[in-house]
């Protein structure tokens, strides 16, 4: 049986402060982040729109895959952010 653990929080500041080592979010194909945590990723994570931005705007082809950002926290540590591309 699977366990599922319910943490209550903000998911950009536990990835922050060590809580988790990844987050993926969808995405569109257009390269927008202009919604939802997808804003807030790009707000705050300017790397992981970066990596968003190095992919090609409208190709449907992105459809099932990912692009992705390693965050450096400042005890030197890195989580990553994914980009999976789940809506065209």
């Known amino acids: 049986m699977t366990r599922l653990n319910i943490i209550k929080g903000d998911l950009l500041q536990l990835a ?14 257009f390269n927008a982040m202009g919604k939802g945590i997808a804003l807030s990723i790009k707000n705050r994570f300017p790397e992981a729109y970066a990596a968003d ?36």
Do not use: M, P, W
């Open 53 to 88: 931005c190095k992919t090609t705007k409208g190709d449907k082809g992105k459809l099932g895959t990912y692009s992705f950002a390693n965050v450096y926290r400042e005890d030197g540590s890195v989580f990553t952010i994914f980009n999976a591309y789940t809506q065209f």
């Open 16 to 29: 922050v402060d060590g809580e988790f080592d990844a987050v993926v979010h969808g995405c569109n194909c």
